[in-house]
């Protein structure tokens, strides 16, 4: 055997590395880390919540009661936090958090009979999982479910309670909360009461969900053996001074979502945990009077890897109002501290700080808190015991223990927290308020999307989108509701456009952002990618109904049939219904309708509905049913049916006259008519995008389209 020499052994050693490197690299080495993942996890101390086995989790952090939560917009995720708080400080349960994408559910069989698992879940658009929950739901509605143990049947040591969240607009009403508790009881799990539902459409989400847990807290304690206690506040998360940082430190956050925009870089991927910090290319005005406002915006994306298609939403993600920031410091008494520099730690092992850290209180109540956003009865209760004087806290107690007082006193007027504790207590701040309780009771503020109202055929590296900038007068309310992101967009449309101190409706915006960061006219923004599309195939015929800014989509909708007629495409018959209040007012896009009639000819024609130009009112359902036949002929040639805008009225509205249409046309009775539609919706040749949100009931209460500033807009 010949002999091996230095040299030999030399490049046999460095074959023999390579190759181990090279089989074992993303196991043991170069693993690539997702940059957006949070940045302050060392802040929460949670070594635990590196695993995806659920019951391993609950074992080492001591829990037996875990909330999952579907949310998209925030509120699941706000309800699933309150549960898990009130288990915990009403009947010493044990309780945990849980974002349902974040852990794995094949071993869901092997939690004991002494465990208990909450679902709060969100139904998304036409009866889809929200983002984080489709995995789950996948899973567990599947034909052929994999658990760990052989048992028959499979989830029969199970407890659970469910709650949901829907919109009745919707034809697949709160279906993530049906479809799982179905699927769970099929597999032998055990439901504690009765599944609650949600409904955004008719503006009682939160009455329902409280209405919903109380009998089933009862029906838990008696089932799990529980007794209630006097609940006492315990904090989930500690706040420490630090007192050798200023707000100058480069290692405080001033408002940056995550380390890399504190660093002042910016790489994607772009997504709802890290927004792309966009130049705003143009601004201008669109409506023609003086007491509204409509944007239009072009969000330059040529810099990002962001990429869009017609029907997506962009995602704005907004800043509270300096006036709004100043009310809330000042009446819990932290005005002279808003600069002070506080760390925030997470006190059980399961919960999250909701934004890095150290920071501000300033900068927490500005960018991270959803402070606009209308107070809660249940938050109102939370809050009682802290308040300054006996008489607060007893008004404080009958506003969270008295519906119709609350409804009377506070929600029907649309009052955030600042202004009801300022309402309850007078002069007097405050101040036995643990901050951490606001951490806890507030919502994390959500980006607000958009439709885009541009075509990615047309101009690809420019989005387009347009909104109605809200200030609502509520009668008996001194001041009024003013949206936040829209008159953010309209404070950075006037800077643009030359104001050096942009003031709209007399609020003040940070618009140059965190450091400066957002100067020269910037917004952060991402793209949600939607199903609301046009065919693939341009010669199939659509029918659009969209009033008011619902026409967003079907700006960009018309701007790509146009483009891809020039491009000497066959295009199909084109319809689009719109309405608003006069042609000299409000009418939307009113000269570039012109520009796509020279492009389509005869495909397109656009049906306008002015409500205040007659003598009686007319909207576009009213157009609708005149162009019946016309309506009747295309859907029998599979055109496509779209709706975007108002879920209140106009949609409901739309689809009644759908099916008298289809009754009367085809001469067939309106239950088949009705049956006819369901099955368009449900093969997504009839598509609806709605707008709801915080304050829905102000179409019934004030019997107008009125919005403040919805999560979803059009």
Same mark, same amino acid.
């Given at each position: 055997?010949?002999?091996l020499d230095t040299l030999d052994i030399v490049v046999l050693a460095a074959?023999?590395?390579?190759?181990?490197?090279?089989?074992?690299?993303?196991?043991?080495?170069?693993?690539?880390?997702?940059?957006?993942?949070?940045?302050?996890?060392?802040?929460?101390?949670?070594?635990?919540?590196?695993?995806?086995?659920?019951?391993?989790?609950?074992?080492?952090?001591?829990?037996?009661?875990?909330?999952?939560?579907?949310?998209?917009?925030?509120?699941?995720?706000?309800?699933?936090?309150?549960?898990?708080?009130?288990?915990?400080?009403?009947?010493?349960?044990?309780?945990?958090?849980?974002?349902?994408?974040?852990?794995?559910?094949?071993?869901?069989?092997?939690?004991?009979?002494?465990?208990?698992?909450?679902?709060?879940?969100?139904?998304?658009?036409?009866?889809?999982?929200?983002?984080?929950?489709?995995?789950?739901?996948?899973?567990?509605?599947?034909?052929?479910?994999?658990?760990?143990?052989?048992?028959?049947?499979?989830?029969?040591?199970?407890?659970?309670?469910?709650?949901?969240?829907?919109?009745?607009?919707?034809?697949?009403?709160?279906?993530?909360?049906?479809?799982?508790?179905?699927?769970?009881?099929?597999?032998?799990?055990?439901?504690?009461?009765?599944?609650?539902?949600?409904?955004?459409?008719?503006?009682?989400?939160?009455?329902?969900?409280?209405?919903?847990?109380?009998?089933?807290?009862?029906?838990?304690?008696?089932?799990?053996?529980?007794?209630?206690?006097?609940?006492?506040?315990?904090?989930?998360?500690?706040?420490?001074?630090?007192?050798?940082?200023?707000?100058?430190?480069?290692?405080?956050?001033?408002?940056?979502?995550?380390?890399?925009?504190?660093?002042?870089?910016?790489?994607?991927?772009?997504?709802?945990?890290?927004?792309?910090?966009?130049?705003?290319?143009?601004?201008?005005?669109?409506?023609?009077?003086?007491?509204?406002n409509c944007l239009h915006m072009e969000i330059d994306i040529s810099g990002?890897?962001?990429?869009?298609?017609?029907?997506?939403?962009?995602?704005?993600?907004?800043?509270?109002?300096?006036?709004?920031?100043?009310?809330?410091?000042?009446?819990?008494?932290?005005?002279?501290?808003?600069?002070?520099?506080?760390?925030?730690?997470?006190?059980?092992?399961?919960?999250?700080?909701?934004?890095?850290?150290?920071?501000?209180?300033?900068?927490?109540?500005?960018?991270?808190?959803?402070?606009?956003?209308?107070?809660?009865?249940?938050?109102?209760?939370?809050?009682?015991?802290?308040?300054?004087?006996?008489?607060?806290?007893?008004?404080?107690?009958?506003?969270?223990?008295?519906?119709?007082?609350? *409804?009377?006193?506070?929600?029907? *007027?649309?009052?955030?927290?600042?202004?009801?504790?300022?309402?309850?207590?007078?002069?007097?701040?405050?101040?036995?308020?643990?901050?951490?309780?606001?951490?806890?009771?507030?919502?994390?503020?959500?980006?607000?999307?958009?439709?885009?109202?541009?075509?990615?055929?047309?101009?690809?590296?420019?989005?387009?989108?347009?909104?109605?900038?809200?200030?609502?007068?509520?009668?008996?309310?001194?001041?009024?509701?003013?949206?936040?992101?829209?008159?953010?967009?309209?404070?950075?449309?006037?800077?643009?456009?030359?104001?050096?101190?942009?003031?709209?409706?007399?609020?003040?915006?940070?618009?140059?952002?965190?450091?400066?960061?957002?100067?020269?006219? *910037?917004?952060?923004?991402?793209?949600?990618?939607?199903?609301?599309?046009?065919?693939?195939?341009?010669?199939?015929?659509?029918?659009?109904?969209?009033?008011?800014?619902?026409?967003?989509?079907?700006r960009a909708f018309v701007q790509e049939r146009a483009a891809q007629a020039?491009?000497?495409?066959?295009?199909?018959?084109?319809?689009?219904?719109?309405?608003?209040?006069?042609?000299?007012?409000?009418?939307?896009?009113?000269?570039?309708?012109?520009?796509?009639?020279?492009?389509?000819?005869?495909?397109?024609?656009?049906?306008?509905?002015?409500?205040?130009?007659?003598?009686?009112?007319?909207?576009?359902?009213?157009?609708?049913?005149?162009?019946?036949?016309?309506?009747?002929?295309?859907?029998?040639?599979?055109?496509?049916?779209?709706?975007?805008?108002?879920?209140?009225?106009?949609?409901?509205?739309?689809?009644?006259?759908?099916?008298?249409?289809?009754?009367?046309?085809?001469?067939?009775?309106?239950?088949?008519?009705?049956?006819?539609?369901?099955?368009?919706?449900?093969?997504?040749?009839?598509?609806?995008?709605?707008?709801?949100?915080?304050?829905?009931?102000?179409?019934?209460?004030?019997?107008?389209?009125?919005?403040?500033?919805?999560?979803?807009?059009?």
């Amino acid at each position: 055997m010949a002999q091996l020499d230095t040299l030999d052994i030399v490049v046999l050693a460095a074959l023999l590395l390579g190759t181990v490197a090279y089989f074992t690299k993303g196991t043991y080495w170069g693993i690539t880390k997702d940059p957006y993942a949070s940045t302050y996890a060392n802040a929460n101390g949670n070594k635990a919540g590196r695993t995806r086995n659920i019951v391993e989790k609950m074992e080492e952090s001591g829990k037996n009661c875990v909330v999952f939560y579907g949310s998209q917009t925030g509120t699941a995720e706000d309800y699933a936090s309150r549960l898990a708080k009130e288990g915990k400080s009403r009947f010493g349960l044990e309780t945990m958090v849980a974002d349902l994408e974040e852990y794995d559910f094949d071993n869901l069989d092997a939690l004991g009979e002494d465990k208990i698992v909450m679902f709060v879940l969100a139904t998304y658009g036409e009866g889809e999982p929200t983002d984080n929950a489709v995995d789950f739901y996948e899973f567990i509605t599947g034909e052929d479910v994999a658990f760990s143990k052989s048992s028959d049947p499979p989830l029969e040591g199970l407890k659970f309670v469910a709650f949901g969240l829907g919109n009745n607009t919707y034809e697949h009403y709160n279906s993530m909360v049906r479809n799982v508790t179905k699927a769970l009881l099929k597999m032998g799990a055990t439901k504690i009461g009765e599944a609650g539902e949600g409904d955004d459409g008719a503006g009682t989400m939160e009455e329902d969900f409280l209405a919903w847990k109380d009998p089933m807290w009862t029906a838990v304690a008696e089932k799990m053996g529980l007794e209630e206690r006097e609940a006492v506040y315990e904090p989930v998360f500690g706040i420490t001074d630090r007192e050798g940082l200023t707000k100058d430190s480069p290692e405080v956050y001033l408002g940056e979502p995550n380390k890399m925009h504190l660093e002042g870089t910016q790489k994607g991927p772009y997504n709802a945990h890290n927004p792309y910090i966009a130049p705003i290319a143009e601004s201008r005005e669109i409506f023609t009077v003086k007491d509204r406002n409509c944007l239009h915006m072009e969000i330059d994306i040529s810099g990002s890897n962001l990429s869009y298609q017609t029907g997506d939403h962009l995602a704005v993600w907004p800043t509270n109002a300096g006036k709004e920031v100043d009310r809330f410091l000042n009446v819990v008494g932290l005005l002279s501290k808003r600069d002070s520099v506080i760390s925030v730690k997470a006190l059980d092992p399961t919960a999250k700080v909701p934004f890095p850290t150290p920071t501000t209180y300033d900068a927490i109540v500005r960018y991270h808190m959803e402070i606009c956003a209308p107070v809660s009865r249940q938050m109102i209760a939370t809050l009682a015991p802290f308040a300054p004087t006996e008489a607060a806290k007893a008004e404080m107690t009958k506003l969270g223990s008295d519906k119709d007082y609350f *409804h009377e006193q506070i929600s029907n *007027h649309y009052y955030n927290l600042a202004q009801a504790l300022g309402k309850i207590g007078g002069p007097e701040k405050w101040t036995a308020v643990p901050f951490s309780a606001f951490i806890e009771g507030f919502p994390k503020v959500q980006p607000r999307y958009y439709s885009i109202s541009s075509s990615s055929l047309v101009q690809k590296n420019k989005i387009s989108i347009t909104a109605v900038v809200e200030s609502i007068e509520i009668p008996g309310r001194a001041d009024a509701l003013k949206g936040v992101t829209t008159n953010y967009l309209l404070a950075l449309k006037q800077k643009q456009h030359g104001d050096p101190s942009p003031d709209p409706h007399g609020l003040t915006y940070e618009i140059t952002g965190p450091r400066n960061k957002y100067d020269g006219i *910037h917004v952060p923004v991402h793209v949600r990618h939607s199903n609301f599309k046009l065919p693939s195939d341009p010669s199939k015929p659509v029918i659009m109904i969209g009033p008011g800014t619902g026409v967003a989509p079907f700006r960009a909708f018309v701007q790509e049939r146009a483009a891809q007629a020039k491009a000497g495409e066959s295009i199909g018959r084109t319809i689009l219904f719109f309405g608003c209040r006069k042609s000299t007012e409000d009418f939307l896009y009113k000269d570039e309708w012109k520009e796509y009639q020279a492009a389509l000819g005869e495909k397109f024609s656009l049906v306008t509905a002015f409500s205040r130009e007659g003598p009686s009112k007319v909207y576009v359902q009213h157009r609708l049913k005149e162009h019946a036949k016309e309506v009747n002929e295309l859907l029998l040639q599979k055109a496509y049916f779209y709706v975007c805008g108002d879920a209140a009225n106009m949609a409901r509205e739309v689809n009644a006259v759908l099916g008298k249409i289809l009754s009367e046309e085809r001469g067939i009775p309106e239950t088949k008519a009705e049956d006819i539609v369901k099955g368009m919706r449900s093969s997504n040749q009839y598509q609806v995008r709605f707008w709801g949100g915080y304050f829905v009931s102000l179409q019934l209460d004030l019997g107008r389209l009125l919005r403040y500033d919805s999560v979803f807009k059009s």
